[in-house]
């Protein structure tokens, strides 16, 4: 039982499919905000692997003897600005539209993830207060459970658009549905993704999570946008 961030919704399915076709095990996968699982986690959840999106969780985890080790490093994510058909914003990773339509009154409702347990949700919170518009766009904003939901939001049409996760954005099935634009990595604090086996972790979690290091793997994670440990770009 896989406990994992939502931004690897697309990432991790297509991981677990490869795997079960090379191996024939099957992998349960639960998608959720990183701050949520790990309460769980410390509340006994019968986990077995946990892929956070802020590896503070899996280092605290660690520290307090919940988890096997402190883990992996897998990936560096990255945010963006994604805006529905129709919206009166613009995909504009430098925020500057977003800025105006605040001024102008063309900005209604805007979508992230709750910043108080969603990785996602607190870097577009820093990418907003970085730029100057945290004071300003807190009335308009609708949080998503996690950065999956916020991405629903920002796609639906409720929403002018959203701060979501770029592995969530170069899914076919959410790209379809909007626009979108990075916003500057400098902006924010970087999204170190740290992977880890619970104590609960027996010799197929194990295998799964060996998997999830290997150049198949890592070639998905890559095509979701995804920065790799050793690699740069």
């Keep these: ?111 992230i993830a709750n910043p108080e347990h969603a990785p996602y949700g607190k870097r577009a919170e820093e990418s907003l207060r970085h730029k100057g518009l945290w004071e300003a766009i807190k009335p308009k904003l609708v949080f998503g459970e996690n950065v999956s939901q916020a991405a629903q939001f920002a796609t639906s049409g409720n929403t002018q658009g959203g701060i979501i996760a770029y592995s969530l954005a170069l899914a076919p099935q959410v790209a379809a549905r909007g626009d979108f634009a990075l916003i500057p990595q400098e902006w924010h604090a970087p999204l170190r993704q740290r992977m880890v086996l619970t104590k609960k972790a027996g010799p197929a979690a194990e295998r799964f999570y060996a998997y999830l290091q290997t150049p198949p793997a890592r070639a998905i994670f890559r095509k979701y946008g995804f920065l790799l440990p050793g690699e740069s770009g």
């Design 1 to 111: 039982m896989v406990a994992a961030a939502s931004d690897l919704q697309f990432a991790l399915a297509e991981i677990a499919a490869a795997f079960k076709a090379e191996t024939g095990q099957d992998v349960k996968l639960l998608m959720g905000s990183s701050g949520n699982f790990a309460r769980q986690i410390r509340q006994g959840a019968p986990f077995h692997i946990y892929l956070s999106a802020d590896e503070d969780y899996v280092l605290d985890l660690a520290r307090d003897d919940f988890l096997k080790d402190e883990g992996a490093l897998y990936a560096i994510g990255r945010v963006v600005l994604m805006v529905p058909p129709g919206s009166p914003l613009t995909a504009d990773g430098m925020l500057d539209d977003l800025a105006a339509a605040l001024a102008d009154g063309r900005l209604k409702r805007f979508a």
